[in-house]
């Protein structure tokens, strides 16, 4: 007598290791819909910075274009990541680098945004060599494990400061360099209520609490009028024919233009997107609990061939460089810790082609306050470092301060793992440093001396 045929809810378990990893498929649902809302900004703020320098006739005409290849480079590198790496992280156009190709390797540098894409293309081919060379892999074995924690707390830093400063709670100040906002201005005010909300539903252990918090706290700010309610819910696509492919045009245009300015921009892409993925997955995977006892994170290559991937295809469809997104910590905080996770957001980035509109009315202000609590879940990374060996500890103190106040994980990275084995040498301890880790405190060197930070 046969058996009856497993359940298709049986089945996605058995596949994404729901019982081995302790999750389940409502837990991954919402952690997904959580990382989505967290990191849906993007889908505006990408193509509003890259449509400064992609534009057929003014800045802007492509702005709609943009923002479908944002939604279906993010996509489909997500897809990747949760279908052949079973991760819960998620990936879309980085921030920085985004804004390194829209005003200084086009507007500054003068080199044509197809040319720039052509780049692109060429970063990610590069990437999934290192990745089939396992070189990437071998980079966060070598880290050290107090680095390692020092990177997950150094995020959360940065996701926090990233929102108190959106939003207005900090400000700069030509005295004191940053300060502390006006209180009394709408967006902080219901910042400030958004937090108290979404830590009211965090400490009563309310399952979806920082997406409820969302929610809650952008209806609040249109029911009063602080920011403009969305101004549709559905939009047809539009089909991106003045990006596509755009990028072959500019492989063209690499040989004629001036080769060693264009190499010096390649290896900037490559070098920050590098070492960011390489943080933030870090980071990601201590938080997770898949960093193993010998500081290795499993199935690593699986994890940065769907980066390499989706900045490859990213650069054909007509956006920067693709990257894991540190907000995916927000969905990790949720119990996402399956690939069912990264299905769920890749499913909602390919939908959300529809609902540009009503993702565009989503205030700032109503996604800091996760993003200040993920920083505070995130600290906890932090009780696992070495403080009474001060090596370690200095190691670790100047990844997680330099991380948020560089405004880059990759500087952070970079000072904790020169600081590390020069500090180790210096404390007699020359045995516990490797060759690969003075190799990257020599990269890093070399990286900030030829081309700064």
Do not use: C
Not at 51 to 60: H, K
């Amino acid at each position: 007598m046969n058996e009856n045929p497993p359940s298709q809810e049986s089945a996605i378990s058995k596949f994404f290791q729901f019982e081995k990893l302790q999750t389940n498929l409502r837990s991954e649902i919402v952690s997904g819909v959580t990382t989505f809302v967290t990191m849906a900004y993007i889908l505006v703020v990408n193509p509003d910075i890259l449509s400064n320098a992609i534009f057929l006739e003014t800045p802007g005409d492509l702005f709609g274009e943009i923002a479908i290849a944002t939604a279906l480079s993010a996509a489909i590198a997500t897809l990747i990541m949760g279908l052949y790496a079973n991760y819960p992280f998620a990936l879309a156009p980085g921030m920085g680098l985004n804004a390194y190709f829209a005003f200084s390797v086009v507007l500054s540098q003068g080199i044509s945004w197809r040319v720039a894409l052509g780049a692109i293309f060429i970063e990610g081919l590069i990437f999934i060599a290192l990745t089939f060379g396992n070189i990437r892999a071998q980079i966060v074995t070598a880290i050290p494990s107090g680095i390692k924690h020092a990177t997950a707390a150094g995020i959360g830093l940065f996701i926090a400061y990233i929102a108190l400063t959106k939003t207005g709670l900090i400000i700069s100040s030509e005295a004191t360099v940053t300060t502390l906002g006006d209180l009394s201005q709408p967006t902080v005010l219901i910042t400030l209520i958004g937090i108290l909300i979404t830590a009211a539903f965090v400490v009563r252990r309310i399952t979806g609490a920082l997406l409820w918090g969302i929610i809650a706290t952008a209806l609040l700010g249109w029911i009063l009028g602080i920011a403009p309610w969305p101004q549709g819910i559905i939009s047809l696509p539009q089909f991106p024919g003045d990006l596509l492919g755009q990028a072959f045009v500019g492989l063209g245009g690499i040989l004629q233009g001036n080769f060693w300015q264009l190499l010096t921009v390649i290896f900037v892409f490559l070098f920050v997107d590098l070492f960011d993925t390489v943080g933030t997955l870090t980071g990601l995977g201590m938080k997770t609990g898949y960093i193993n006892e010998k500081g290795e994170l499993p199935r690593a290559n699986k994890a940065f061939i769907a980066d390499a991937v989706g900045t490859t295809i990213g650069g054909i469809l007509g956006t920067s460089t693709v990257t894991t997104y540190i907000e995916s910590a927000s969905g990790i905080s949720e119990g996402g810790r399956s690939g069912f996770n990264a299905i769920t957001v890749a499913v909602l980035f390919f939908l959300s082609i529809l609902f540009i509109p009503l993702l565009a009315g989503i205030p700032s202000f109503a996604t800091a306050p996760t993003l200040i609590i993920v920083g505070v879940l995130m600290m906890a990374s932090v009780r696992s470092i070495a403080w009474d060996d001060p090596a370690e500890s200095i190691s670790a103190f100047l990844t997680l301060f330099i991380m948020p106040l560089s405004y880059s994980i990759a500087d952070g990275l970079a000072a904790g793992l020169i600081a590390y084995p020069i500090l180790k040498t210096l404390q007699g301890k020359w045995s516990e440093t490797t060759l690969a880790m003075w190799v990257l405190a020599a990269i890093f060197l070399l990286k900030f001396i030829l081309i700064g930070g």
